[in-house]
């Protein structure tokens, strides 16, 4: 199975602040990697597909970069809305593996 | 408006069975994929299970190979998830979602169902 690694497990933040999220994978996945941002009680919503296809209604705020086993996920500007759980999952293979989310906090 | 409604969440005791069903609308639901996806309370998601649009691929987490059971009926735009010999491990919030191909992601999701295994 692929493993997936979130770094960092958790970040503190401030509106208007630039944050990255990195997702390594334990073999080569192309670019077949998803971005998920998840609120308490809800259900995650898919931010980018593809290693850095925007989701149809995602703020271009959102970017994601990568290849083969390291992969981003940047935030621009941070806003008060995008304080959240944000998980990657590679899509590569099956099983599919997420990551083990890192959550991002008002500093 | 796309829309997966689950159902059939519950408490069971260890050993039990139980049927999640989720209820598709909005979208050609015979044209996509279909999977499940659990979280367990505190925790990190999970996959759990994926069947191809007209179910000629079904694929399952090792965790629950052997007592789980995909299905979909697209007459019914329904997707099932038979679940037996439950387990403690197993309690977690079920989520369907789908996906267009097997490459890009779960685009949508239903709002969940809590399935609790406790005696």
């Known amino acids: 199975d692929i493993q997936m690694t979130q770094s960092p497990a958790s970040v503190s933040a401030s509106v208007g602040d630039r944050v990255t999220i990195t997702c390594r994978a334990s073999q080569d996945i192309s670019n077949w990697l998803a971005w998920y941002q998840q609120k308490p009680g809800k259900a995650p919503k898919l931010l980018i597909y593809a290693a850095s296809t925007l989701q149809s209604g995602v703020p271009s705020r959102f970017s994601g970069s990568g290849s083969g086993t390291d992969f981003t996920l940047t935030i621009s500007s941070l806003q008060a809305e995008d304080f959240a759980t944000y998980y990657c999952?590679?899509?590569?293979?099956?099983?599919?593996?997420f990551g083990q989310g890192t959550k991002l906090e008002i500093k | 408006e796309v829309q997966l409604v689950e159902s059939g969440g519950g408490l069971v005791k260890p050993g039990g069975s139980l049927r999640l069903s989720c209820a598709a609308s909005?979208?050609?639901?015979?044209?996509?994929?279909l999977n499940w996806v659990r979280q367990a309370p505190g925790r990190g998601l999970e996959w759990v299970s994926s069947?191809?649009?007209?179910?000629?691929?079904?694929y399952y987490a090792d965790s629950v190979k052997g007592r789980f059971t995909i299905s979909r009926d697209n007459a019914k735009n329904s997707l099932y998830l038979q679940m037996n010999s439950l387990r403690a491990e197993d309690t977690a919030v079920y989520y369907c979602?789908?996906?267009?191909?097997?490459?890009?992601?779960?685009?949508?999701w239903g709002q969940g169902t809590l399935v609790t295994v406790s005696s």
């Open positions: 979602a789908r996906n267009y191909d097997l490459l890009t992601g779960f685009s949508d």
């Open positions: 069947i191809s649009s007209s179910s000629s691929y079904i």
């Open positions: 909005g979208f050609t639901f015979s044209n996509y994929n």
């Open positions: 999952q590679q899509a590569n293979s099956f099983p599919y593996t």
